[in-house]
């Protein structure tokens, strides 16, 4: 994952921010911890060098027996088919998680504009998950900005309440103005709509802190740094935090410059983790030795 991503990640403030102000009001909605999803982008074996043993011949396969969900960034390149969704789903454990991103053609194409087919066409094959669905998530081109409200507003009209959603929007004049991002977070919970927190290196501003409902949906960019580490280290304990405060999902995914620290990454956050909260979460394994920084 390149976005945000900066040549001097030593020069980088990684502070984790104090809580946005309404966080606090939304968690105490919520009624304890029941669901933690983590888990990488992509389960393919050019990204992830040095997790699967060697002679894998099914990569989703083996994926799932680590961990318990996948961020799925194919679906953002190509709409899934019907018959796609069902492999998928029947390579998989039952209590395994898919979050499929809504494809490109409906976010950065149409720009929400005109996407009554194609959102009807994505939405009839991922449901096909059934219990598998942990939910979708839209993620907006860095151009779409505050002043295409109305397009955000009508586009969560149209998904389907049944259908857990999540957003990320990038253009920094969502953040900017206090008055413009109370308007938009306060959308996102009038429509129970996930608000989707950033971590990476370039774009300290969409580490908002704003949460619109009792879940927490995180993307998390490491950087190929050491830093990584005690970033990760700040996460536990500002999810420690939420679930103390009433959080009732957490779904976190974990990205790198190079995908292929994301497995180490990962075991290292659920470790922590389970520490942490008294879990027991599966502690994915590496086939092989891997790159330190």
């Known amino acids: 994952m390149k976005f945000g991503k900066v040549e001097q990640p030593e020069l980088v403030d990684f502070t984790m921010p104090e809580d946005h102000a309404e966080t606090h009001k939304v968690l105490k909605t919520g009624g304890g911890l029941k669901e933690i999803h983590v888990g990488c982008a992509k389960w393919n074996k050019k990204d992830l060098k040095g997790f699967y043993p060697r002679g894998t011949k099914d990569e989703l396969a083996y994926y ?21 969704v069902l492999k998928w789903k029947e390579k998989t454990p039952r209590d395994f998680k898919f979050f499929p991103k809504i ?30 669905l942990g939910g979708i998530f839209l993620q907006m081109h860095a151009n779409f900005g505050f002043q295409q409200m109305e397009k955000m507003r009508q586009f969560l009209e149209k998904v389907p309440q049944s259908i857990p959603l999540s957003v990320e929007v990038r253009h920094p004049n969502w953040f900017e103005n206090h008055q413009d991002s109370a308007t938009f977070f306060e959308l996102l919970e009038d429509h129970n709509t996930t608000n989707i927190i950033v971590d990476t290196a370039g774009r300290r501003d969409m580490m908002h802190m704003r949460l619109t409902n009792p879940t927490a949906f995180i993307r998390y960019v490491g950087a190929n740094h050491h830093t990584d580490y005690e970033r990760l280290d700040d996460w536990v304990s500002r999810i420690k935090l939420w679930a103390e405060q009433g959080l009732e999902k957490l779904h976190f ?3 790198q ?14 470790e922590k983790l ?15 030795e891997p790159k330190l920084f």
Do not use: C, W
């Open 64 to 84: 799932s027996e680590h961990f318990n969900s996948i961020e799925m960034n194919s679906t953002f390149y190509n709409l899934p088919s019907k018959t796609q």
């Open 103 to 132: 494809t490109n053609s409906i976010s950065h194409y149409k720009r929400l504009s005109g996407i009554d087919d194609v959102l009807k066409e994505y939405i009839d094959s991922i449901v096909l998950f059934e219990e598998k």
């Open 253 to 255: 995914f974990v990205h």
């Open 257 to 270: 410059n190079l995908e292929e620290e994301s497995p180490l990454l990962s075991a290292y956050f659920i």
């Open 274 to 288: 389970n520490s942490s909260l008294g879990i027991n979460l599966k502690v994915p394994k590496l086939a092989s």
